[in-house]
DNA sequence: AGCGTAATGGCACACCGTGCCATTGTCAAC
DNA sequence: GTTGACAATGGCACGGTGTGCCATTACGCT
């Protein structure tokens, strides 16, 4: 059988396979940051990690995977945020808590990863591709705290999904740009763009529409 | 030498490669068609075209890249439309207006690739790989129009290319979903959420301020 | 006609992803 | 503690991909 079916029937297994997960993880970013995504080969790290080139096929499906893993696990968290915050809260306002209080400490346990995708468009690209499938979730979490879900609120929650993985991907890239500033003030400037920008459009179609 | 340096040198060879880019362009779609984009090879492309293995990587870097070319022509064509709209149109209905002119046209010519995208997961990421790339352009066309580019307004213009992607998304979605409807009313149904997710937002920001 | 350049085709090669099977390890029941 | 069932691993082989290299062909120009 391959590694695991999602059945976590017996939780020591599962947790023995997160052990090696995470050393094939480690062992890729560690070489992928001193060489450059485009410059390791899959066996390499397998033997860095100490495991079969066959057996790193079966806990990701290439490198670019485990380059994308680390953006499926921020978008998991996210999606989990956004369902935590307080119900009084507009979607949009949810999205900017949540995003706060999760881009933080990914960027922080993860800063190698940035850094890899910094320098290698392959290796973004590879985060890139997890996006589209986020955003599933999101638009969920949305749907989920939203009282009653109307046909047309459901274009809304989606629109709102792919706000929020923008405004991801802005924080990120200014918070590369500006290695100091801190996290909740790029976040505020964002979504002020946003707000700025829904205002600036509302007014022009309130003054055409005379 | 390569296939073109992107300098259209002699304007005779330049359009002798465009015949062969649409050939093995035309093939591959036709082979995608028939037999599902997963299960046809490079090789069986080639041989469509009438060319070599060799010459068709010198064309496209994978057959990937060759469902990624339909994407980006539409993202070329949808930010000139954009730069080319009336200077008193917002940029939101600058937008909306330039997808209206420009989707209709290209679903209607390449009606296959979209029942391709369709039926494979794999084609559909291939597509999604460019709009990263058609953002840019998209950014860069709202720029232009905008009189002053402050530095806030960067930020917004992005929020804005990105929108116009998920738009165009949604667009395709529902016009798969709902076979007869005609693209401008799509377009303002997609741009009407959009507006309303505006305006509530606004109100519920205006409210909790108090 | 003949020269120069660009496109092509045909290797060869390294790398990728996967099916297959033999081996190893692990847990449970007896 | 031995045995049996089953999951995980490693190794092999194979078909497919993308690219560098070079010989050959086709084309444009004088």
Redesign the interface.
Known sequence: MAVQDASPRNSLQAKKQEVVRGEIWNAAIDLFFEHGFDNVHVDQIAAKAGVSRRTFFRYYGSKEDVMGATVKRYGEALAQAIRDQKA?L????AAKAAIKQVLAPTLHTTERVVQVAERSPAA??AQ??QV?LLERDVTWAFVSRSKRATK?SA??H???A??TM??TG?CVEIWVKDQKRPMPEIVD??F???????????E??KT?RR
Chains 1, 2 share one sequence.
């Open positions: 009084e507009s979607s949009l306002e973004r690209m890139f591709l589209p047309e274009l809304e989606r629109i709102l792919s706000l923008t405004a802005m400037e964002v002020a763009a946003i707000v700025h920008l829904f205002r600036a459009e509302d022009k179609l055409s």
